[in-house]
């Protein structure tokens, strides 16, 4: 009988002890597991949430880029009608608007000066050309409109020049 007790006991310790054993080691591995794949995703998400950010960046600076370049004409000819206006005499007004006119397709390009807008309805004061404008703007010594819409032609020159007052 002790020797059963024994052979149990042995048989117990070499053939169920070990399964048992595996078991745990089955359930500990199983959450090293869950945990090494929720970690996965955890990281996995993290990342696509950055690209997603980063992507939004370069949108956002591209638009940015695309906007400053779309201004950088507005700008230029603004500044014109600065230099125009506040020139200390006629040939450097003359001299400004001769550069000006570099921008232009022709100098006949149309200018429509807005003075009234109406949800869709839009009144425009009579019709001029970009050289009769600067000359206007050389003679009154005061600019009176912003740019508000520039059309260019194929070759990037400005074909007709649509100004707001301020």
Known sequence: M????????IAFMVLILPSIATLNTGCGSSKKAKAKAAEEARIAKEKEERIKREEADRKRREEDEKQRA???????IEDYFRKVSTASNVENANAAIDQAMNMFSSPDAPVLIVIKKTGDIIDYDRPTSARQYFDYLKDQ????????KLEFDEKGKIKEMILITQ
């Open 2 to 9: 002790i020797v059963r007790k024994k052979l149990f006991s």
């Open 141 to 148: 010594k005061k600019t009176f409109n912003k740019v508000d």
């Open 70 to 76: 779309l201004r950088a004409p507005i700008q230029k």
